[in-house]
């Protein structure tokens, strides 16, 4: 008998996410918006979401160790609590002085919450589910979080824009409470581990080695996965963090309505990969992710070629928005699938564990390339082309290189 999908937990799950993303987009887009009015550069921006994104990369691998030992129930509550009162002290505490201090704390502090949050909600997912339900269940949270994306962007702006940066942060820490609320209602099953005679450092670092043997030696495709989409993440994360935005408010002009549109934009393309992906659920092999992840790059270089052609900003805009667009629908069938294969193929008691190490490793590339990103986007701000075009040239061909691997892949029936 085929497993039923919307079982009552996923769908707590699915409705958890959709408030506690379209908090953390309306939140994180008045932020964005906000610091570049205030400092106008892309390097002290890009500057700040690297030193916030830290905290995630080095400590995920806890959090993943506490989603596979604790009560993964108890610690969403709490987390998404902690977030909810979180913002709302940021708020409280701005003063208009120490504005660009209280979001950088802010940012930091939200990275250390999502270090635990984010592998905890992924080993959820397979404990729910089960075979080709895993994949419909990553796309349909990769779904809901693009519905989130879509709407709270726009809604972002234009709250943004009317009210100003205090009234966004108390509606996302509103969302935040939501999402805590709703998770008090799902169950699930938990074990206590043995815990090594009440030793925590022990119990640390053996299931920190254990991790690192299952995927260094047990399962190095894992390992390879998660290279190669760290590779690309250094160059799509900081055309898409950094250069977004940069692109639409700087280099174009346009206010926080254009960017929360063209967020909005990459929300639908999101939903439309998340839809596709499930559709190819069964029909879409392994080997066939290099050319998916070869189209990333295609895309980013029309983005580029915009610039080099006579036209105003408008068109400029409008064939930036299109090549971001087609980026974020390829990037969402590569992550879906990927992410799926890691956790079909990890045992259960390890889940936490292995997926906090997906989210280290890719995201450790993540500040050198908003560092870098935001340096050049700086330094060629008035030929934007000559750090779009190579980016996506790029991409191309760590998609291409890949070919072999994800054919091995496939020949091995993974």
């Given at each position: ?113 999502g270090a635990f949050e984010t592998p905890t909600v992924q080993a959820c997912i397979p404990q729910m589910l089960s075979g080709d339900n ?281």
């Open positions: 008998m085929e497993q039923k999908l919307f079982t009552r937990n996923f769908t707590l799950l699915v409705l958890g996410q959709v408030s506690s993303l379209f908090g953390n987009y309306i939140l994180r887009l008045a932020l964005s918006m906000y610091v570049l009015e205030v400092t106008g550069s892309a390097a002290v921006f890009a500057g700040i979401l690297s030193v916030a994104a830290l905290p995630a990369i080095l400590l995920s691998p806890l959090g993943g160790i506490l989603a596979d030992r604790a009560d993964r129930r108890k610690i969403m509550i709490s987390l998404d609590s902690l977030t909810g009162i979180s913002v709302l002290c940021a708020a409280v505490f701005l003063t208009g002085k120490n504005d660009v201090s209280v979001i950088s704390v802010l940012l930091i502090l939200l990275s250390v919450l895993i994949i419909k269940g990553n796309a349909v949270v990769n779904q809901t979080a693009s519905v989130s994306y879509l709407t709270a962007p726009l809604l972002g702006g234009i709250l943004y824009a009317a009210f100003g940066l205090k009234p966004v942060m108390y509606a996302s820490v509103i969302c935040f409470f939501i999402t805590a609320f709703l998770e008090c209602f799902i169950i699930l099953g938990y074990q206590p581990k043995d815990g090594y005679g009440g030793n925590v450092l022990s119990m640390v670092r053996e299931d920190f080695f254990s991790s690192v043997r299952f995927i260094g030696k047990e399962q190095t495709d894992i390992m390879k996965i998660l290279l190669l989409a760290a590779s690309s993440r250094f160059f799509v994360m900081g055309v898409t963090l950094v250069g977004l935005p940069f692109i639409v408010r700087t280099i174009l002009g346009l206010d926080a309505k254009y960017y929360g549109g063209a967020e909005s934009a990459l929300a639908i393309a999101t939903i439309m990969g998340s839809i596709a992906a499930g559709f190819m659920t069964g029909k879409l092999k392994s080997g066939s992710l290099s050319w998916v992840l070869a189209a990333i790059g295609a895309c980013i270089i029309p983005a580029g070629m915009a610039f080099l052609l006579p036209s105003d900003g408008l068109i400029k805009y409008g064939v930036n928005v299109a090549a971001f667009c087609g980026m974020q629908a390829a990037i969402s069938i590569f992550s879906i699938f990927a992410v799926s294969m890691i956790q079909q193929n990890t045992p259960e008691h390890l889940t936490g564990r292995v997926m906090a190490f997906t989210s280290a490793i890719t995201m450790c590339a993540q500040p050198a390339g908003q560092m870098v990103y935001g340096f050049l986007f700086d330094r060629f701000s008035e030929a934007a082309y000559l750090v779009l075009i190579p980016t996506g040239i790029i991409v191309c061909l760590i998609g291409l290189f890949s070919s072999g691997f994800f054919k091995g892949m496939e020949r091995r029936g993974i």
